[in-house]
């Protein structure tokens, strides 16, 4: 988890930006990201919660003795309940709560991409590059009062109320309200006052909003246009499945009494082949993105056969 965290940090920072003043967004940013990851690990982490119960209840001889008391209805009972609630909570996670929280996280995201690209103020100074320096009294959002601006490019020193970051089109503007500019180049020396002035920063483009395919919910997916959308749904189809297979395994798992030399080596085995299937997924997914003999039909039943083989497989190796 804490691998995510950081590669999500570094993501939005990039090694360029300066981020002394921008960390506490950064991982309030972060936070907002953190569902759209656990899900992918949410089969390992139940596969890992299983083999560590397991060797607890194993400890203590629980598992024998739990045998003993407990009715096969009771236990394939235990089994449906578990995996009803592990499944219930995977899907409001993937459908509603991940992409609720996306969706704040990549607004996050560009708000500090684009105050990052400007600069961050510090000590009352707020400075562009060497485009234009402001020095003010407060600061409230993307607002500063009572403020003092020298523009280095026109010889301009401007003093005003107020100064607003706007966005037009690509660019960003510096918006000066209730002022006075003055300016000594060699094109022009004047005084003037103003109640509003713009001024364009035309080498600073702001990123925009895109919307990725973790903005969008599996039915969302599978209706759009675009082909890799449209596969994505269906590997969402296909996680859904292989969360009910690692379930099935990981209750099994919970169950199983083994000789120590037999138990390490077939959970080992079991976790390796569980995540064999997940890259042999990604790797249909590409087939699916880059190939023109691969279609939806291959994948499904490649996956079904991998699966049920797999199943099959471990089934021997923990009864």
Same mark, same amino acid.
């Given at each position: 988890m804490g691998l995510i965290w950081i590669s999500q940090i570094l993501r939005i920072i990039e090694i360029e930006y300066a981020i002394a003043g921008q960390i506490f967004e950064i991982a309030i940013a972060t936070i907002f990201a953190l569902p759209s990851f656990i899900n992918p690990l949410i089969p390992f982490l139940i596969l890992v919660a299983s083999f560590s119960l397991n060797n607890k209840l194993n400890s203590y001889n629980e598992i024998?003795?739990?045998?003993? +008391? #407990? @009715? *096969? *209805? @009771?236990? #394939?009972? !235990? +089994? !449906?309940?578990s995996i009803v609630i592990i499944f219930s909570i995977f899907l409001l996670n993937n459908e509603l709560v991940s992409k609720n929280f996306y969706a704040k996280y990549k607004i996050k995201e560009l708000e500090i991409r684009n105050n990052l690209k400007l600069g961050s103020p510090s000590n009352n100074e707020f400075h562009i590059d060497q485009i234009i320096s402001i020095f003010f009294e407060e600061k409230k959002d993307g607002t500063f009062f009572d403020i003092q601006a020298i523009i280095y490019p026109e010889n301009q020193f401007i003093s005003a109320e107020l100064v607003q970051i706007e966005l037009s089109k690509s660019n960003f503007n510096l918006v000066f309200e209730k002022g006075e500019r003055l300016i000594l180049n060699d094109k022009e020396k004047s005084k003037t006052l103003f109640n509003k002035f713009t001024y364009p920063i035309t080498n600073k483009q702001y990123e925009i909003l895109l919307m990725d395919k973790e903005h969008y919910n599996t039915f969302e997916l599978l209706k759009h246009k675009t082909k890799d959308f449209k596969f994505h749904g269906h590997n969402n189809i296909f996680q859904y499945f292989f969360l009910l297979f690692v379930s099935i395994i990981s209750i099994n798992i919970i169950f199983l009494h083994q000789n120590k030399k037999s138990y390490i080596k077939n959970l080992s085995l079991i976790f390796f082949i569980i995540l064999i299937i997940q890259i042999i997924n990604s790797y249909l997914q590409y087939l699916l993105n880059n190939s023109a003999f691969f279609n939806i039909k291959y994948y499904y039943i490649t996956l079904i056969f991998l699966i049920s083989g797999a199943y099959l497989f471990i089934r021997k190796i923990i009864r």
């Open positions: 024998i003795i739990i045998k003993q +008391y #407990l @009715s *096969r *209805r @009771s236990v #394939l009972g !235990l +089994y !449906l309940t």
